[in-house]
């Protein structure tokens, strides 16, 4: 069984779902920890609620994102994980954090990479007058929300959508598709490559994505 370390900043709620799968036996793993850096908030409590460990480590009071990412890396490390999931954690990481994880550190993303990459994607994909979004999971590198896509569903877009009608709809297919890719990897089908993330043997491409 593989050891998995979430990344929080907020209301936890993939974070929910890949326990859930866990705890079913859907995944060949175990969520052993889950680490914010905001205490007080719901994701915490839900990790507390089902029997996962959690810690906190602020990133105020650290002079440098350098000083702070060492920090957590040790904190990281503690638990042994064999396997880093980020499940809204809104820092930036540095490129010495990333390349220890290198491999096996997942992120999640709300659009249909590479397009927008970073904050407000919902809006931004309704002001592009766009007919589908969704969400990317993808292996974590230097580059922000540039990782390797292993793999992304669609949501249509409909007349007189807001960007909080676009963001459940999508939180929908986060739900589904992040234990999935978290599976794969605990079952060592999935793997980082100098190619890029492959399945089975089989490099992935990022046009390749479940529908809704």
């Given amino acids: 069984m593989k050891r998995i370390v979430v990344l929080i900043s907020g209301s936890g709620t993939n974070m929910q779902a890949i326990i859930d799968a866990c705890q079913a ?6 969520v052993v920890a889950v680490i ?16 996962v460990e959690t810690a906190v480590l602020s990133h105020k009071g650290f002079a440098t994102r350098e000083a702070y990412d060492l920090e957590l890396q040790q904190l990281v490390d503690s638990f042994q994980p064999d396997l880093v ?3 809204g954690f809104m820092r930036i990481l540095t490129a010495d954090f990333t390349r220890h994880y290198h491999g096996r550190m997942l992120n999640i993303h709300p ?15 309704l002001d592009a007058g766009d007919s ?5 999971v993808h292996f974590v590198t230097e580059e922000l929300d ?4 292993i793999l992304q569903a669609t949501v249509p877009v409909f007349a007189g959508d807001t960007a909080a009608d676009l963001q459940a709809r999508v939180h929908t297919q986060e739900h589904a598709i992040y234990p999935l890719v978290v599976q794969w990897f605990c079952a060592e089908r999935l793997r980082l490559t100098d190619q890029g993330a492959e399945l089975d043997g089989q490099l992935l491409g990022a046009a390749g994505y479940a529908d809704d």
């Fill in 146 to 149: 540039g990782g390797p896509v």
């Fill in 85 to 87: 999931v980020l499940a």
């Fill in 132 to 136: 589908e979004h969704g969400v990317s």
């Fill in 36 to 51: 914010s850096n905001k205490a007080d908030v719901g994701g915490l409590e839900k990790a507390a609620n089902a029997g």
């Fill in 111 to 125: 659009s249909l990479l590479p397009k927008y990459k970073g904050i407000n994607t919902h809006q931004r994909a």
């Fill in 25 to 30: 036996g859907k995944v060949a793993g175990n």
